[in-house]
Nanobody, 124 residues
Framework: QVQLVESGGGLVLAGDSLRLSCSAS????????MAWFRQAPGYEREFLAV????????NVADSVRGRFTISKDKAKNTLYLEMNSLRPEDTALYYC?????????????????WGQGTQVTVSS
């Protein structure tokens, strides 16, 4: 089995930057893509970004492109999300996810493994 644990969330001011991390453990050989999603109260879970196993391919949602950057440290089995110019509307629970096949999909159903989430709150 694969376990994913997010960290790095917190309370920040609008315009600030934050880096989220996701540590993968267990049978990490099962992982292909890794992705970030977020969910705010009353909203559906929203795709943010995905990166391939090798790290050579990425896809970032239009809504955050230019502000958010996805990356990974393969040796450490760690996924990152660099968030810049944060806005109050970025406030949400941020989830790390991993798939067991290659697709670079923005859909939640493509991801087999999920973390518990880390809260990001942006105040104005």
């Amino acid at each position: 089995q694969v376990q994913l644990v997010e960290s790095g969330g917190g309370l920040v001011l609008a315009g600030d930057s934050l880096r989220l991390s996701c540590s993968a453990s267990g049978r990490t050989f099962s992982i292909h893509d890794m992705a970030w999603f977020r969910q705010a109260p009353g909203y559906e879970r929203e795709f943010l970004a995905v990166i391939s196993y090798s790290g050579s391919d990425t896809n970032v949602a239009d809504s955050v492109r230019g502000r958010f950057t996805i990356s990974k440290d393969k040796a450490k089995n760690t996924l990152y999300l660099e968030m810049n110019s944060l806005r109050p509307e970025d406030t949400a629970l941020y989830y790390c996810a991993a798939s067991d096949y290659y697709s670079l999909s923005p859909q939640t159903y493509a991801y087999r493994f999920w973390g518990q989430g880390t809260q990001v709150t942006v105040s104005s």
